[in-house]
């Protein structure tokens, strides 16, 4: 679950990043936050997973208190979150098995742990048969499919997907959304950062739309809703 009250960010340069905002994001939901860019989408991801901190307001997610979280506390909070990069991120020198395998490591998993989940995310996200393949021998639909993996593989309560499509063509675009929304419907909390104006539209989600720092309009009417004139 996540919650933000009122959260005012205003970088050390002065640049007033978000300027009140206030949401809230219950277990299970899929929303889809969308903007301009410069509009603050980055700054709420960088806020959700502690990387900054709000200048005021209050920020809870899954459970805690980010405006007055600990240092030592910041790992664990991360742990109930999965995290997907527009740019992948994967580690080139290690297979598929490796890459999602490295993530449970991470959090000190067994090998024996390892051993049953891992294969089990990549029968999910349709790679079952590229476990030993390397990311360079891989389609860009299959890397994003391996980052979900990754994202996935600690069963987070939450992911946050950032530009999940950007690198993809629309078929694989829309068959990364139909996984998200899979992995939506076995319970898993999906945030969804995007600009894609006509793949939101495919879909019948919660739309939070931000502009100049401040949210604009939420609600299930699409994106085109609220683009201004």
Known sequence: MIDFENVTK??????????GITMHIDDG??????????????TIIKLLTAELSPTSGSI????????????RKIPYMRRT?????????????????ENVAFAMRV?????????????YVLDLVGLENRGRRFPN?????EQQRVAIARALVNNPAMIIADEPT???????????????????????????VTHEKELVNRFTKRV???????VISDGMDGYYSYEKE
């Open 137 to 141: 021998e891989l389609s860009g639909g």
């Open 208 to 214: 939070v739309a931000i502009d100049e720092g401040r």
């Open 81 to 97: 979150l999965g995290v997907i990069f527009q740019d992948f991120r994967l580690i080139e020198n290690k297979t598929v098995f």
């Open 166 to 192: 950007g690198n993809l063509d629309p078929q694989r675009s829309y068959e990364t959304m139909l996984l998200l929304e899979r992995i939506n419907a076995l319970g898993t909390t999906l945030l969804v």
């Open 107 to 119: 959090v000190g998993a067994s090998t024996k742990e390892i051993k049953k989940r891992v294969p």
């Open 60 to 71: 809870s997610v899954n459970g805690y208190q980010l405006e007055k979280i600990k240092r």
């Open 10 to 19: 205003i970088y050390e340069a002065g640049n007033h990043a978000l300027e």
């Open 29 to 42: 939901e899929f929303v889809f936050l969308v903007g301009p860019s410069g509009s603050g989408k980055s």
